[in-house]
């Protein structure tokens, strides 16, 4: 509480650092990856949600109280499913 006022404060700074890290590392190639590339983004992906575990804990509790913590990480799960879908796509045209 040094730096902040409130919880609220501590949480919007948290989650600042938090999304700008996943918008990072959702960066998508856009050539066909290879396996490895693939293995390198779902462990960075992993790795950085078990950095913010606590945000997942709480997430229900966390979005209830702070509405604009819900819209930024709904649209952090929209970016998630378009990364998945993209590394979907070209994997569907390097393997038919």
Not at 8 to 35: H, S
Not at 51 to 56: A, K, L, S
Not at 59 to 65: G, K, P
Request: net charge positive; glycine share 2%.
């Amino acid at each position: 509480y040094y730096h902040f006022r409130n919880k609220e404060q501590i949480m919007e700074r948290l989650f600042d650092d938090f999304e700008a890290k996943f918008y990072d590392t959702l960066t998508v190639p856009n050539e066909t990856p290879d396996i490895e590339q693939i293995w390198l983004f779902l462990h960075l992906m992993f790795e950085l949600i078990n950095e913010y575990r606590f945000i997942y804990q709480d997430l229900v509790f966390l979005v209830s109280r702070q509405r604009s913590l819900a819209r930024r990480f709904r649209r952090i799960i929209g970016r998630k499913v378009e990364a998945g879908t993209a590394i979907c796509r070209l994997l569907s045209h390097q393997f038919p």
